[in-house]
């Protein structure tokens, strides 16, 4: 299960976000850290198709970005920093099987797959609330069970933590490490990523250091604090 990025840039307008980037994600657990602009949700929006690179290519198991999204989000899910952007139906059930219908699923997966994930992050009971009158950590309970209902095999997170207190900020990510699925996560947080296989430091749109998250966070921090 690899997600391999080739020789990929990224450019909006005149503007360099990525240069000439190469990697091979397979990792189970992968963070992702660096300064504000320094590419990571350019990064992590590649890894499914969000964003098309300008040069090069993204390529996961054998799907390209460009040419076969719909496989691609498939099989990479996407979790956004802020659980209103991902929330698009008006309850919560509803919202849940909104993803697998929209990929076609037949209507007796749909309510399959809508149970399950519903039961699995302590939403059955809340299946017919309204998504607007939710709490906060209702809200990112629902956002990622809408991106688990597809089953993918990668989840990506853009900073899941970053509008968390501590302590919640702690829970969201016990939840995240005990996914089944790879994991890749953006994060400010970079004690988080303890015990993470591998972790990447962006500097303006390269890698400047690719390792353990000991080795990582220590360059990252030595470098900018
Ligand atoms: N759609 C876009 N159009 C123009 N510039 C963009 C766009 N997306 C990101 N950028 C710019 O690319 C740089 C990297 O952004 P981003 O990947 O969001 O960094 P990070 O997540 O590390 O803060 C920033 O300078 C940002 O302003
Ligand atoms: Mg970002």
């Given at each position: 299960?690899?997600?391999?990025?080739?020789?990929?840039?990224?450019?909006f307008?005149?503007?360099?976000?990525?240069?000439?980037?190469?990697?091979?994600?397979?990792?189970?657990?992968?963070?992702?850290?660096?300064n504000?602009?320094?590419?990571?949700?350019t990064l992590?929006?590649?890894?499914?198709?969000?964003?098309?690179?300008s040069?090069?290519?993204?390529?996961?198991?054998?799907?390209?970005?460009?040419?076969?999204?719909?496989?691609?989000?498939?099989?990479?899910?996407?979790v956004?920093?802020?659980?209103?952007?991902?929330?698009?139906?008006?309850?919560?059930?509803?919202?849940?099987?909104?993803?697998?219908?929209?990929?076609?699923?037949a209507p007796?997966?749909v309510a399959?797959?809508?149970?399950?994930?519903?039961?699995?992050?302590?939403?059955?009971?809340?299946?017919?609330?309204?998504?607007f009158?939710?709490?906060?950590?209702?809200?990112?309970?629902?956002?990622?069970?809408?991106?688990?209902?597809?089953?993918?095999r990668?989840?990506?997170?853009?900073?899941?933590?970053?509008?968390?207190d501590?302590?919640?900020?702690?829970?969201?990510?016990?939840?995240?490490?005990?996914?089944?699925?790879?994991?890749?996560?953006?994060?400010?947080?970079?004690?988080?990523?303890?015990?993470?296989?591998?972790?990447?430091?962006?500097?303006?749109?390269?890698?400047?250091?690719?390792?353990?998250?000991?080795?990582?966070i220590?360059?990252?921090?030595?470098?900018?604090?």
């Open positions: 299960m690899t997600i391999l990025i080739d020789n990929v840039s990224v450019r307008g005149d503007v360099s976000v990525l240069e000439g980037l190469s990697l091979d994600l397979r990792e189970r657990r992968i963070g992702i850290i660096g504000n602009g320094s590419g990571k949700s992590a929006r590649l890894l499914n198709g969000l964003v098309l690179p040069a090069g290519r993204v390529v996961v198991e054998a799907f390209d970005t460009r040419t076969h999204g719909a496989d691609v989000r498939k099989l990479v899910g996407f956004f920093q802020n659980a209103d952007a991902q929330i698009v139906m008006p309850t919560v059930a509803e919202d849940v099987a909104f993803g697998p219908k929209a990929h076609g699923l007796q997966d399959a797959r809508t149970e399950k994930v519903l039961a699995q992050f302590n939403l059955a009971a809340l299946k017919d609330r309204a998504c009158n939710l709490s906060g950590g209702e809200k990112q309970s629902l956002a990622l069970a809408g991106v688990l209902a597809l089953d993918p990668w989840v990506v997170f853009d900073e899941p933590t970053t509008m968390l501590r302590k919640r900020a702690k829970t969201a990510m016990n939840a995240i490490t005990a996914l089944p699925q790879h994991v890749i996560v953006v994060t400010h947080h970079v004690e988080l990523l303890e015990g993470f296989e591998r972790v990447i430091v962006l500097e303006a749109g390269k890698v400047v250091c690719d390792a353990s998250p000991r080795e990582a220590a360059h990252y921090l030595d470098t900018y604090i």
